[in-house]
């Protein structure tokens, strides 16, 4: 556990020196901007179209976070060679992955709150409306940023930066066009190329729209427990998943 926090706490040193925590003022700046924007439209309205869209901004700045969080977590240590002293102590591959891995969860859960207070302080300004629900919101959005974590930081195994970047952002818009883009599409039984991909890719790929309750949270709705709960055990099982998967690779990987 020692080595585990010892590289989760250099993870989040290494965002404290990439300047990362500087999100958190333009994510400010970017509600203060957005605000004014809003339609002339009844108070209940406004409120419902303000925390949709400060939360559709939270989750974009959340995976932008991501990226730059995960990219070159271990390729660029590995370019580096600054993992060779690391392994040149007690320290096994496994606790590597997953101190990189619980260093990049903290960054992000501190940062998403921070994110998420901002919010519900530009309610309150802006509209009087005190709504905790939308802490709701920002947990969905860590659960979504820490499955794309997952997926990064696999990457991030064997592929350089730039490849990572790419894939991973197509690999985000794959999994919110999951359920209407490849759905569509499988279902009208077309044949060839384009088709036998598009079944691996719907049945493999997570439904990250499953996260996106921000409209049920701007209309008031009451999010249960019950899907938290399922919220939580779909990100958790993608995430043992792809994390099984890094290491796996990693402890192949000629260093």
Do not use: W
Not at 75 to 98: H, M
């Amino acid at each position: 556990m020692k080595n585990i926090y010892i590289i989760a706490s250099n993870v989040i040193r290494d965002a404290v020196r990439q300047k990362l925590f500087y999100v958190i003022f333009l994510f400010a700046i970017a509600l203060v901007a957005i605000s004014p924007m809003l339609p002339m439209l009844e108070e209940s309205l406004k409120s419902q179209i303000l925390i949709e869209v400060s939360l559709s901004v939270t989750s974009l700045f959340g995976l932008i976070l991501t990226l730059a969080l995960c990219i070159t977590q271990i390729t660029g240590e590995v370019t580096r060679k600054t993992v060779y002293n690391l392994f040149a102590k007690p320290v096994s591959r496994l606790q590597y992955i997953v101190g990189k891995y619980v260093g990049i969860l903290l960054a992000l859960a501190v940062i998403l709150m921070i994110l998420g207070l901002e919010v519900m302080v530009l309610i309150v300004l802006r509209l009087g409306l005190f709504s905790p629900s939308i802490l709701l919101g920002i947990f969905a959005i860590f659960l979504e940023c820490a499955v794309i974590a997952a997926f990064c930081l696999l990457l991030s195994t064997f592929t350089k930066p730039a490849v990572n970047a790419v894939v991973t952002l197509l690999f985000y818009f794959f999994c919110h066009m999951k359920s209407t883009f490849l759905f569509e599409h499988i279902n009208q039984g077309g044949s060839g190329g384009p088709a036998i991909l598009y079944y691996p890719l719907y049945y493999v790929l997570p439904n990250l729209e499953n996260f996106n309750v921000f409209r049920r949270i701007g209309y008031g709705e009451a999010i249960p427990v019950s899907l938290v709960f399922q919220l939580t055990l779909y990100a958790a099982g993608f995430v043992l998943l792809m994390g099984t998967t890094s290491y796996l690779i990693f402890r192949r990987k000629d260093l």
